[in-house]
């Protein structure tokens, strides 16, 4: 079946430092690719995107690309700030008409000034 | 965003007691869901449903049951509480392939 895996956390960054997280994932087909965010007290809101192989997710200085051949799907940012605190979750998609998303277990970021 | 709503935002129960949480969607959304989330588990899922009175199982279904008699209101019921279903409850919808999904805030439920 589909699963996701993602780096363990916790990760600890100062402000303005490189971000990645890895993810990789198992899945039969063609699967669409997420990364959600998840702020303290609150549910998860979709971060980016990619539906392709070779698309690029971006949004708010977050980038991931969508790598068939390596089955991964890293989340990156240039430089971090402390409001993007926070736990984040890569997901992958089975289509059809039972449609659901396979998460990770989730990475914990904490960014400090 | 999308309205979604969950209720209660948090309960304690006792053992052994029937528990039943809603999930409201004002978005006309298709599909909806019921994840659990757990200290190093991440998110699972419970339960979906794909249509009005179309539901089916997740990976973690033992000891729940849905329903879905209307397409805005999506019930996860716990039949018979235990501890080990202590845990973060979270709806979510989405129309479908493609779509994002609009998670609800969370339902916190201690089951003592």
Redesign the interface.
């Known amino acids: 079946g589909n699963s996701v895996t993602q780096m363990e956390g916790p990760v600890t960054l100062s402000e303005e430092a490189f971000l990645t997280i890895n993810c990789t994932y198992t899945a039969t087909g063609y699967p669409s690719l997420f990364w959600y965010v998840q702020y303290p007290g609150e549910g998860l809101q979709l971060l980016l995107k990619a539906t392709k192989a070779d698309d690029k997710g971006s949004n708010k200085g977050f980038e991931a690309t969508y790598r068939k051949e390596t089955t991964s799907f890293h989340l990156e940012k240039g430089s971090v700030q402390v409001s993007d605190s926070a736990v984040y979750f890569c997901a992958l998609s089975s289509g059809g008409s039972n449609y659901k998303l396979t998460f990770g277990k989730g990475t914990l970021l904490t960014v400090n000034p | 965003d999308a309205g979604i709503t969950q209720s209660p935002r948090h309960k304690v129960t006792e053992t052994g007691t029937p528990v039943t949480l809603r999930c409201h969607q004002t978005e006309n959304h298709r ?1 909806m ?1 019921w ?1 659990r989330q757990d200290p ?6 419970i339960h ?1 449903s ?1 249509g009005v009175k179309d539901t ?1 199982k ?1 990976e973690v279904s033992d000891g729940y049951s849905v329903s879905r008699s209307k397409t805005e209101d999506f019930l996860l019921t716990l039949e018979s509480a235990t501890s080990s279903q202590t845990s973060v409850y ?1 709806c ?1 919808s ?1 129309f ?3 779509s ?2 609009h ?4 339902t916190r439920l201690t089951v003592t």
Do not use: C
């Open positions: 599909y869901y994840y190093g588990h991440g998110l699972r899922l979906y794909y089916d997740g979270f979510a989405t479908g392939e493609y994002p999904l998670f609800g805030n969370g």
